[in-house]
């Protein structure tokens, strides 16, 4: 049997770019598969998810920390709202500019409107670009009359 060398170092060739290649294909789909597909804008869970009651005309404020996880600076919209089946507060947008590892806290203010009903519970969304995150933070509309008794006499 006679191996032509010319020949064989050609398949060879062949045999290792056509490897090469599949090399590179495997750490291209490796890198989407693990690599953050989403936003490198992070939030700062730095409290307990919580309920917080407040009655319709009621304030209130929503602060929220921002990380940029990137490795380059980034730009966001952001807004807020709180939203229910009924009714919604919706914040007012704003830019957030973040080089990589900075944070910063926004703050939203609004009030709870009159439409909201007794009882029912508002959801905190937060809203970027293209994405949102619905938080565990949650407006419970209570009644904002309250009765005392002022004075009593029997006779």
């Not at 009924?86 to 900075?102: A, S």
């Not at 519970?121 to 009644?143: C, Q, S």
Request: charged share 20%.
């Amino acid at each position: 049997m006679k191996i032509d060398l010319k020949e064989f170092k050609g398949e060879m060739a062949k045999k290792y770019v056509l490897l090469f290649l599949v090399a590179v294909l495997v750490v291209v789909a490796l890198s989407f598969s693990v690599g953050d597909t989403d936003s490198s804008l992070v939030f700062a869970h730095n409290q307990k998810d919580c309920v917080v009651d407040k009655a319709v005309g009621d304030d209130f404020a929503v602060q929220i920390t921002f990380q940029n996880v990137g490795k380059t600076e980034g730009t966001w919209s952001i807004n807020i709202a709180f939203e229910d089946e009924v009714w919604y507060q919706v914040g007012t947008p704003q830019n957030l500019t973040l080089g990589p590892g900075q944070t910063k806290t926004l703050t939203w203010n609004g009030v709870v409107p009159a439409n909201a009903t007794v009882g029912s519970m508002a959801r905190l969304v937060v809203y970027y670009d293209d994405g949102f995150e619905a938080l565990n933070w949650w407006i419970h509309v209570v009644l904002g009359a309250e009765l005392t008794i002022k004075s009593s006499r029997v006779k």
